[in-house]
């Protein structure tokens, strides 16, 4: 007779359950393997053929942007010849005033001139623009001008009138072999944009506008991205693979080469990326990045390979069905999440913001309201002096006071970059005012500072504010963010660190 322990192990060898459970594991190591091989034959032909397809996208539209930024460039050139030939280029004003009129303002931002001795004839807004960024160093530099069709391009920034980024192309007027004076136009960054979003081969496709001196990219296309917005790609440097290849790939960028590309691998997903210089934008490359799974779908031999290797693996797929779609729902609602709110700070951003303000305020018969904008004070400072890990603190420190002192009465979002916004209802001057004190003392017990700098710096955080009231002010929202940003204006020019209520005059608290 058997005994009871030789009995259990035959029971077990004959169970279904554990049977299945072992076929089961044999069947995934068989696929993994199998898996491993179709890789390993495949893997430098497909890296081979995702460089080739990313440059051909990278190549097309870097041609597309040259082609345009000439055209822009000619046209600034060309509006810069016809103003030599007026008869009153001694009278800057009426020049400006003539160039204005006769511009066609659709595909720009705005237009002016720049005298000679630095004085610039453009409306307010634009002059604020040329102090925020630096315009006129930029204007100055005939160096550029000389490689580039006689023109000076700037390096795109974010306008504070239409909070898009822009770039401003400037072309000198000469008469008679002699400067007299400069013109200049701003144009949407969306203009370039375009063509990139064009020429897409897939969602997955990013496409960035990437100066060779340094590590900040402009977005043009890609997931789960602000389109338009600034990104450092040094925050992954640290965790990429093939480091080596990278660092070539980034040298080659560095030294102004026509184009370079280069594989590897960052958290998990492995990249392809191509740069190709852009000729009439001095020091700018278009850059493609595309995760590899999206290229090496279309590599018809790799893609049947694929179909063959999924049929066999559609059994252990149903069983995965529940799950996935449990997944895809909890992916869809994190999705809708994101569509309105910052994905930093985790309050609305600029987008659901006017959607709710314009209902709210659609009637004047719907309550008061008071409207603010907030811009945290000399913000750029901070990225430039302490990292952008530290600009990242005082945002998501900003949101998280801005929402503790007026959530329980309105709403606050981040309108774009280092500027906020809040709507509160039902309260009186003095009630705001004490709120927005309240909010200087949480902001003012914040402070960065690096240690490792010898002089230890430090940052002290502030903020200037423009308040405007529905519908005392105006009488629906876009008069009121107006308004709001006139009063904003008063505190900017006054120094900063403070806040004024539209109509008031301004003294600096």
Known sequence: MRSRSTADKMLRATDPAMSYQNFIITFIIVCLVGLGIITTMFNRRIEQHDKELTY???????????????????????????????????????????????????SMVSVGIINNDGTVYADENEKEEFRKWGLLESAKDDSLSAHNNGVVISTPYRSGKTGQMVFTIFSGVYLKGEKISTIFMTFPLTELQKMANNESMSDDTEIW??????????????????IGGWSNFRIYKNELTNKDDYEKWEKALRNGEDFAAVNYGVNGVDYTQVFRRIDFMPGWNVV????????????????????????????????????????????????????????????????????????????????????????????????????HEAGDRILEEFAITL??????????????????????????????????????????AIIIDDPQTPDAERFHVHFSAGIASFPKDAGDFEALLRRADDALYKVKEAGRDGYCWYGDDYKKR
Do not use: W
């Open 209 to 226: 506008l990437m100066n060779r001196s340094s590590d900040n990219y402009v977005r043009c296309s890609g997931p789960d991205s602000v």
């Open 56 to 106: 051909d996208i990278c190549t097309l539209i870097s041609e597309k942007m040259d082609s345009s930024m000439k055209y822009m460039s000619d046209s600034v050139n060309g509006c810069a010849a016809m103003l030599a030939g007026t008869p009153i280029k001694d009278d800057p004003d009426m020049m400006y005033e003539n160039f204005k009129s006769g511009m066609n303002r659709s």
């Open 288 to 387: 493609v990045r595309t995760p590899s799974h999206s290229l090496t779908s279309t590599m018809r031999p790799i893609l049947i390979s694929i179909v063959a290797f999924a049929l066999v693996l559609l059994g252990i797929a149903i069983a995965l069905i529940l799950f996935l779609h449990r997944k895809e729902s909890e992916e869809k609602e994190v999705f809708e999440k994101l569509s309105s709110y910052d994905p930093l700070t985790r309050i609305m951003n600029r987008r659901a913001f006017d959607t709710r303000a314009q209902e709210l305020l659609s009637s004047p018969n719907n309550g008061r309201y008071t409207f603010m904008f907030v811009d945290i004070d000399f913000f750029k400072q901070v990225n430039d002096r302490f990292g």
């Open 403 to 444: 929402s503790h002192v007026f959530g329980k009465d309105g709403f606050a979002a981040r309108y774009g970059g280092d500027e906020f916004v809040v709507l509160v209802k039902d309260k009186n001057k003095d009630e705001i005012n004490a709120m927005i004190e309240r909010a200087r003392q949480m902001l003012g």
